[in-house]
């Protein structure tokens, strides 16, 4: 059977390959390329004509079948091309750039009744079917989700072998060229086809949280949560910033065991049983014999519509978030995020995406490019440090780190966030709990303040949700936070906000050790512990300086400068807690010397500027009145 493949070079040149081993089966007529085709690169093929014009190499050569390897953005145009010319077309994965270039291609295909074919070769195996049959018979009962794996490394040469690699858009032109829609294209599609949601409509939502380490516009380290029609979970976690190759995965889990299926190899293990390798069909001579005598195909275009409304939304997603350079080893040929490999098996054996792992590069606030601060949602702590979600680390524009975690002097200061000593009789806080007449002492009272979703998210910022709640005991309180980032005259502002709903039915109250009778004591709010040992500490407000005198004070602009940074607080509704000679912090005070009691809800809102190097009195005071 005569074809013609356009796009020679490039992943082109394993069609050659394959059409080199199915001599006899079929014979390459023509080749379409823009760029001239090294004569080389044709050897043993015969001599196929070479042209720019593929409807026209069609009409000449007689070729019943179109083969496209090029790229991504071209599918779509090249294949309603080849469909008008007559040809069958068999079209590298993945489908098209976009879900109406794909509504397109499909209705192209229907209309001249002719068959396309995508070059998703996993799901040539017979392992598909196999473990589907698995699923069926029940031999991991229900299934309850499934986790897509896959780490590979790649050169910085990979991101700029072309001019659309790496990119979203070109010339104003859709590319989609990411980890997830290109190069681990396969994994998303192959779950989906075990799923049996391979078709339009199978997908309800898609949640998507997208990173690059290197420098492109698109993403290299990719998590994706796809809630299947059904409800089913499918998170896919995957990477191109890996130290070396682990090969690709996709992780059934049900109620009674796990399949694990490594499709590059078509490997099939249920549990810790054997492991069974399956067949694979040739998906071009699959549309051969489909061509010929009516053999179903095995990739038919619609069966890549699952894919394409994940990619659709992929494309439309906010543009991925870069990752901090001091999370990444740059001593190689290409970016390695380390332990990244066991990240991405964690998303994929827990359904979890990377923020909800608690990773700080995976909520980053971005300022001009640049990660200027880090949001931990997870964080893996005692429950004696009342874990809670942090800013950590928050850096300046020059790149110093303006918070600290975890220091011996106070181990459950956590950079950046809310904690409250008292809220209705729990400890949000972390550390002893003030006891009236008696001191501070170790109770049992710790709450959680525990991440339930982002509401909103792109680089500036996001809203979160969160459940505050001592374990095993009903939530006190669900919490609407809003943390942006956004630049200013100097530097670069976080406005972090906050409204506590009161879900107890009965008035809350927020108390700190102060209202317990230490003096001095009243902290609870928002807190930001600075780094100690930071040289030459200053704290001042437009009329005081010095811990004794800003301590308590009502000032609408606080300012807590070192010799390498300043940061400038600004609010309206609570004095402020000041330490400096102890350790470096900043916060606000909810409970002063008297508690607070709430009904319904209670907001708050406070400003932080982050600024390089020491601030005056005076320009503190211009910022401020600008921020």
Not at 167 to 184: K, S, W, Y
Request: hydrophobic share 45%; with cysteine; proline share 7%.
């Amino acid at each position: 059977m005569r074809v013609v493949l356009a796009g020679a070079q490039g992943f082109g040149s394993n069609y050659l390959d394959r059409l080199r081993r199915l001599t006899g089966l079929v014979e390459l007529a023509g080749v379409c390329d823009v760029r001239p085709v090294p004569p080389e690169s044709l050897a043993g093929l015969g001599s196929p004509e070479v042209s720019a014009d593929l409807p026209g190499l069609i009409e000449r050569t007689g070729a019943r079948i179109a083969i496209l390897a090029t790229p991504i953005p071209t599918h779509a145009e090249l294949a309603l091309a080849a469909l008008e010319a007559g040809a069958h077309v068999l079209v590298e994965k993945p489908t098209a750039a976009t879900l109406a270039d794909f509504d397109r291609m499909e209705r192209a295909a229907a209309k001249a009744g002719l068959a396309c074919q995508v070059g998703f070769q996993s799901l040539g195996s017979a392992a598909v079917p196999a473990v589907r049959e698995l699923i069926a018979g029940g031999a991991i009962g229900r299934v309850t989700g499934i986790g897509v794996g896959g780490s590979w490394p790649r050169p910085a040469a990979y991101f700029t072998r072309s001019p659309w690699a790496g990119r979203r858009v070109l010339d104003g032109v859709d590319v989609v060229d990411g980890a997830l829609t290109n190069p681990f294209a396969h994994a998303l599609a192959t779950a989906l086809a075990v799923a049996g949601a391979d078709e339009r409509g199978a997908v309800a939502s898609v949640e998507t949280e997208l990173f690059h380490a290197n420098g492109i516009e698109s993403d290299d380290t990719s998590a994706v949560r796809v809630t299947l029609a059904g409800g089913t979970p499918l998170v896919a976690a995957v990477t191109l910033c890996a130290a070396e190759r682990d090969e690709p995965y996709v992780l059934v889990h049900g109620e009674k065991g796990r399949i694990r299926f490594v499709y590059t190899m078509d490997e099939v293990q249920v549990d810790d049983g054997p492991v069974r390798r399956f067949d694979r069909t040739d998906l071009l001579v699959n549309l051969v014999e489909h061509v010929r005598s009516g053999v179903p195909l095995l990739v038919p275009i619609q069966r890549t519509g699952g894919f394409m409304e994940v990619m659709e939304a992929i494309r439309v997603a906010p543009d991925p978030l870069p990752i901090a350079d001091d999370h990444q080893d740059l001593s190689g040929e290409g970016r390695v995020l380390p332990g990244i490999a066991s990240v991405v098996d964690r998303c994929a054996s827990e359904l979890a995406l990377f923020s909800e792992l608690g990773l700080s590069w995976a909520t980053p606030l971005v300022v001009g490019g640049s990660p200027v601060a880090e949001y931990v949602t997870s964080p893996d702590l005692p429950l004696t440090a009342a874990p809670r979600p942090y800013l950590h680390p928050v850096r300046t524009l020059g790149g110093t780190v303006v918070t600290e975690i975890r220091p011996a002097d106070h181990p459950h200061h956590l950079g950046a966030g809310l904690a409250v000593t008292d809220l209705g009789g729990r400890n949000f806080w972390g550390g002893r709990t003030y006891v009236r007449d008696q001191g501070p002492a170790w109770l049992d009272d710790h709450g959680v303040q525990r991440h339930l979703a982002f509401t909103e998210r792109d680089a500036a910022g996001f809203t979160e949700t969160l459940s505050w709640l001592r374990p095993g005991e009903d939530a006190l309180v669900r919490e609407e936070r809003t943390v942006r980032a956004r630049p200013a005259a100097r530097g670069w502002v976080l406005d972090f906000g906050f409204t506590l709903h009161n879900l107890t039915g009965a008035p809350l109250t927020v108390r700190s050790s102060a209202t317990k009778g230490r003096a001095g004591a009243g902290y609870g709010g928002f807190f930001w512990r600075a780094p100690a040992g930071s040289p030459g500490l200053r704290v001042f407000t437009a009329a005081a300086e010095g811990e004794e005198r800003v301590h308590g004070s009502r000032a609408p602009w606080l300012a807590l400068s070192s010799e390498a940074w300043t940061l400038l607080f600004a609010q309206d509704a609570d004095p402020w807690f000041v330490r400096v000679a102890e350790y470096p912090g900043v916060g606000t005070a909810l409970a002063w010397d008297t508690p607070l009691s709430f009904d319904a809800r209670l907001d708050r809102k406070v400003s932080v500027v982050v600024v390089d190097g020491r601030l005056s009195r005076e320009e503190a005071a211009e910022l401020a009145t600008g921020r």
